[in-house]
């Protein structure tokens, strides 16, 4: 389960030395200024859960920050890890050798913890952040330092928007039961992210690594409604009959793999009691199947059972159980006084 901070569950006087403190233990040893005209009224909180080996923490403040991992400070530690932050309100600037990045909601950046950098928040902000072990990403040091403090921006590319669509989502997984493969997709895709963004043919390597590379962006764009062969070789930088080829060694086809993928998104779905309130045709539409007849058919052929009866089925073995109230963390959208260089 996440464990939630908030500040304002504090005396006054103590919030701001508290939030340095748990600042610190959440991330990395940090020097933080905080921008309040009355420290009595300051407001943080910070969510953090771990999946594996990797740490999310998400934090939110209404006050402006200047954050600074110092020489100073990474010579006392041992950290070797990278930090994935995606904005999610507000906007924020991260800066770390020569980059340099104003980041808008929905952006997402690296920044590497063995080496000085600085982030900088104006008012009313929340970023989240995976802490992922530097071996993790499969990056060169030099690709590393390259990409740190360059921001992936969803406008540019819609690969990114769905990058970034997915790492919003992984905050929440700590509870599912196939967090670690969630968590580990959501590597997978940055990786991939971060080859388009330095240059890099993101298909190349070994034939394994090339098809996790092609599944991850399948996984992220399961619901654009463009995704296809012809699309996703675009995508992807390479032909289609190459793209058809490095799939042809293994038990199925690519156009097998994405309607496999799209299925199985519907059928879970369809157990899910948090979509109930859909109609089975709003579900498989929204999955890439806008034909209702053909999507019964191809789902009665795959599972041996009709949309509707596996529905039934699967909600009715649902056990409604107690309701506990939720905690959420306080999202504030815009910011004050922000400046950065211009993009």
Request: proline fraction near 6%; glycine fraction near 8%.
């Amino acid at each position: 389960m996440s464990r939630i901070f908030d500040v304002r569950t504090l005396p006054r006087h103590d919030r701001v030395s508290t939030w340095h403190e748990v600042i610190w233990r959440s991330y990395v040893p940090l020097d933080i200024d905080v921008d309040l005209d009355d420290p009595n009224e300051f407001s943080g909180t910070v969510a953090t859960a771990r999946v594996g080996d990797i740490r999310i923490a998400t934090s939110s403040s209404g006050a402006s920050h200047r954050i600074v991992r110092t020489r100073k400070l990474v010579s006392r530690g041992n950290e070797s890890a990278v930090m994935i932050g995606r904005q999610v309100s507000g906007a924020g600037i991260v800066g770390q050798h020569r980059n340099r990045s104003v980041l808008d909601a929905g952006d997402f950046v690296l920044w590497d913890t063995s080496s000085p950098y600085e982030i900088r928040f104006g008012e009313h902000w929340e970023m989240q952040v995976l802490q992922v072990p530097r071996h993790r990403l499969g990056l060169s040091d030099e690709a590393i330092a390259r990409l740190c403090g360059r921001a992936f921006r969803p406008s540019d590319h819609p690969f990114y928007r769905g990058v970034s669509q997915y790492l919003g989502a992984v905050a929440d997984c700590e509870d599912d039961p196939t967090a670690t493969d969630i968590v580990a997709r959501s590597v997978d895709l940055f990786r991939t992210a971060a080859d388009r963004l330095t240059g890099a043919d993101s298909v190349t390597g070994p034939d394994d690594e090339r098809r996790r590379r092609v599944l991850a962006v399948v996984d992220a764009n399961l619901a654009h409604p463009a995704l296809s062969v012809q699309w996703l070789a675009r995508t992807c930088g390479m032909s289609t009959r190459s793209l058809h080829r490095l799939f042809a060694g293994t038990e199925t086809t690519i156009g097998d793999e994405i309607r496999h993928r799209r299925m199985e998104t519907i059928r879970s779905q369809l157990a899910d009691p948090k979509h109930r309130h859909r109609t089975i045709s709003a579900i498989a539409r929204a999955w890439g199947f806008p034909d209702a007849p053909h999507f019964s058919r191809e789902f009665t052929r795959r599972y041996g059972i009709t949309p509707t009866e596996w529905r039934a089925g699967s909600l009715a073995a649902c056990k409604p159980g107690p309701t506990a109230p939720a905690t959420t963390t306080p999202r504030r959208a815009g910011s004050r006084g922000l400046r950065g260089p211009s993009r």
